[in-house]
């Protein structure tokens, strides 16, 4: 059986649960992970208002998705050169997939489509990766 397009959360046995950082919440790709299937997280819904998650550090939110179980797609790549939240990222163990940091909300969602059936088998694994998502696919982060 082939199906096209991006995976319908009920075509996996557990489907993941999404986090979608500050820098990438779009309604666009939120809504359309919804339309698919998928339950997602956004900084609003983990601090209780939108007010309550600005400025949050990202060791705050990193923490949390971890002890939810979710995968967090985010654009802050800057986030793995800070010696204090790359440790809390190892301590929260959590699947993480980086956007480009310039794309528009068209191409967010656009990428995560694409790699949609790709990022649901990641997280999969047991163990936790970080993953950059571009136009030519997924692959680990150096």
């Known amino acids: 059986m082939t199906t096209s397009g991006p995976p319908r959360a009920s075509s996996w046995a557990a489907p ?7 820098n990438v919440v779009t309604k666009s790709l939120r809504r359309r992970l919804i339309d698919l299937g998928y ?16 400025g949050r550090a990202d060791a705050d939110w990193l923490a949390r998705v971890g002890e939810e179980g979710w995968a967090a797609i985010s654009r802050d790549h800057k986030i793995h050169e800070r010696p204090q939240e790359i ?5 929260a163990g959590i699947h993480m997939f980086l956007l ?3 794309a528009t909300a ?5 990428l995560v489509e694409t790699n949609l059936r ?3 088998a990641a997280t999969s694994k047991r ?15 150096p």
């Open 87 to 91: 440790a809390a990222y190892r301590e």
């Open 16 to 22: 993941p649960e999404f986090y979608l950082d500050e």
């Open 39 to 54: 339950v997602v997280h956004t900084p609003a819904e983990l601090f209780g208002s939108r007010d309550e998650s600005n």
């Open 127 to 141: 163990r936790p990766g970080i993953w950059k998502i571009t136009t030519s696919g997924m692959r680990p982060y």
């Open 106 to 110: 068209t191409e967010l969602t656009a």
């Open 100 to 102: 480009p940091g310039k």
């Open 118 to 120: 790709a990022i649901c």
